[in-house]
């Protein structure tokens, strides 16, 4: 089965303490991207990756890094998150056919 | 800069009734539209799409339609039954040959039964 797979899917954390979030993928997509999504604004894209070793600057990557090492994985790391990162944040991955696939989602609190 | 304005941001229909959901996009190079359901607890899933050489697009009581010189795009479900309650998303790929999607805000549907 084609699947997406977020870790952990809640989170709660405390200001200035580094986190990671994983994201793996089996289908061997080239396009993997994070999105965080909250009340009133929809979905704004984080970052984005094109393929291994090349990754990119999306709408709202101030705060957050990304690491495309292998094709499968991309993490998405707060190295000190802030409250205004208190989100939920979706994987996602794009097919040949261009439908965008997402993860279940991490729901992340930074107190 | 990019934008898709989606209404209404909540809609309550009735079971058996229809519901509309409407989007608007800026960039006229747009050309792929798609439809997101998102249930409680899970992640957006698509549901229909429509690319920018077709003005109509159906799949059971899913339909989407374009009008591309308003730039506008719509979601319509007939027959609403209770499952269908959830929060849409619509969505705007901004230019060809790259996947940037452009989301719209959201509508949360409720269906009453």
């Known amino acids: 089965e084609a699947q997406v797979t977020q870790n952990p899917r809640y989170l709660i954390t405390v200001t200035g303490k580094k986190l990671t979030v994983t994201c793996s993928q089996n289908?061997?997509?080239?396009?993997m991207s994070w999105y965080r999504q909250d009340p009133g604004l929809g979905l704004r894209q984080i970052y984005y990756s094109m393929n291994v070793e090349v990754t990119d600057k999306g709408d709202v990557p101030e705060g957050y890094k990304v690491s495309r090492k292998e094709k499968r994985n991309f993490p998405l790391i707060l190295e000190s998150p802030s409250p205004n990162q208190t989100s939920l944040y979706f994987c996602?991955?794009?097919?040949?056919?261009?439908?965008?696939?997402f993860g279940a989602g991490s729901r992340l609190t930074v107190l | 800069g990019e934008n898709v304005e989606q209404h209404p941001s909540t809609l309550s229909v009735q079971e058996g009734d229809s519901a509309v959901i409407k989007c608007t996009y800026s960039d006229s190079a747009s050309n792929y539209f798609p439809w997101y359901k998102q249930e409680l607890g899970k992640g957006p899933q698509l549901i229909i799409d429509i690319r920018s050489n077709v003005g109509e697009k159906k799949d059971q009581r899913i339909a989407v339609t374009l009008n591309k010189t308003a730039k506008h795009f719509s979601l319509h479900i007939t027959e609403t039954q209770p499952e269908d309650s959830a929060v849409y998303f619509c969505a705007a790929r901004v230019t060809s040959g790259t996947y940037k999607y452009i989301f719209g805000t959201g509508t949360r549907l409720k269906v009453l039964a």
């Open positions: 289908m061997n997509h080239e396009y």
């Open positions: 996602a991955t794009v097919s040949g056919a261009n439908v965008l696939t």
